[in-house]
T-cell receptor
């Protein structure tokens, strides 16, 4: 079946890089996503990567995909206090409208 | 472009009542998906509508239903509310095409059942 796993917590100092990891089990995943959720808010789409890509860079964000190991990571360069939030990894696999989400990684940025 | 809007933002209902939540997608998007978010179960897919037709459905009881109108706005209905239905209900808007899977979420409706 489908399963997406993430570590639950990450603490990082302001100005350092953050790396959030995710593993998934569905080998038919076509797109993989990273979303950010701040307290009391909905989900903000940060970036996504198609399964035939290895890497995607978007300003401070770098997504790495290892399809063989079904491992996805999100690197945030120069992490700021405004990056404190819960980050969700999600995958879609030819199932209309359905994203399978991980449990979310709480990122806390300390000054 | 305006983002996804959901109304109401907060709702308090009593067990046994029913509730209707509304979602207006981004202009030009034809697909609306609904998700339930709870601390215990995380984010779970409810259903997806495209051009007024339900294309996909998650594993929720029949008390959860939805519909989509010709302007792509969608409503979700929960009948005979239970305490466990307390959650943040999120809708997501997407172009709905096979080549475009990205989903943009609204702020959610926080439902509390007492």
């Amino acid at each position: 079946g489908e399963d997406v796993e993430q570590s639950l917590f990450l603490s990082v100092r302001e100005g350092d890089s953050s790396v959030i990891n995710c593993t998934y089990t569905d080998s038919s995943s076509t797109y993989l996503y990273w979303y950010k959720q701040e307290p009391g808010a909905g989900l903000q789409l940060l970036t996504y990567i198609f399964s035939n890509m290895d890497m995607k860079q978007d300003q401070r964000l770098t997504v790495l995909l290892n399809k063989k190991d079904k491992h996805l990571s999100l690197r945030i360069a120069d992490t700021q206090t405004g990056d404190s939030a819960i980050y969700f990894c999600a995958e879609s696999s030819n199932s209309w409208g359905k994203l399978q989400f991980g449990a979310g990684t709480q990122v806390v940025v300390t000054p | 472009k305006a983002g996804v809007t959901q109304t109401p933002r907060y709702l308090i209902k009593t067990r046994g009542q029913q509730v209707t939540l509304s979602c207006s997608p981004i202009s030009g998007h034809r697909s609306v998906s609904w998700y339930q978010q709870t601390p215990g179960q995380g984010l779970q897919f409810l259903f997806e509508y495209f051009s007024e037709t339900q294309r996909n459905k998650g594993n929720f009881p029949g008390r959860f239903s939805g519909r989509q109108f010709s302007n792509s706005r969608s409503e979700m209905n929960v009948s005979t509310l239970e305490l466990g239905d307390s959650a943040l209900y999120l809708c997501a808007s997407s172009p709905g095409l096979a080549s475009s899977y990205e989903q943009y979420f609204g702020p959610g409706t926080r439902l509390t059942v007492t």
